[in-house]
């Protein structure tokens, strides 16, 4: 028997940085089932959409540094807050009190970086877990 799923409860926030590329999509996940006719049967698996965001960090060396260290300690699942600015009206909360814009996330993608002199570039994904 399986047991209960737990709730994440995220305790930091991403750091605050300058995003390069964002983008912010909504997924309506669906249960297909294909029948030998040739038509299926689609039903809904989530009453709301789930959240997934794609971003590119363009970075200083001090930024990156941190930013790479906080990657490194929730790269297996441990869920974070990330604040999508344009829903907080500009508003960042380092403390995570602040709920406009704020969602609980996970890494879900691996570490891609480009690195340069003055400023790197890393790319990632998060998905939405609460």
């Known amino acids: 028997m399986p047991s209960n799923i737990i709730a994440a409860a995220p305790t930091e926030v991403m750091p605050y940085g300058l995003l390069k590329a964002f983008t912010h999509e909504y997924r ?15 039903a809904p698996q989530v009453l709301v959409p789930r959240s997934f965001f794609q971003i590119t960090r363009a970075m200083t060396a001090i930024q990156w540094a941190t930013l790479r260290v906080f990657y490194q ?15 907080s009206n500009g508003a960042f909360d380092p403390t995570g009190s602040a709920s ?31």
């Not at 300690?73 to 829903?87: I, R, T, V």
């Open 73 to 87: 300690d929730h790269k297996y699942g441990a869920p974070f807050w990330f604040y999508d600015l344009k829903e």
């Open 28 to 42: 309506w996940e669906i249960l297909k089932n294909d029948l030998p006719d040739g038509s299926a049967v689609r």
């Open 100 to 130: 406009a814009g704020r969602y609980t996330v996970v890494f879900d993608s691996s570490w891609s970086e480009n690195l340069a002199i003055g400023r790197s570039q890393s790319s990632f994904a998060l998905r939405e877990v609460a």
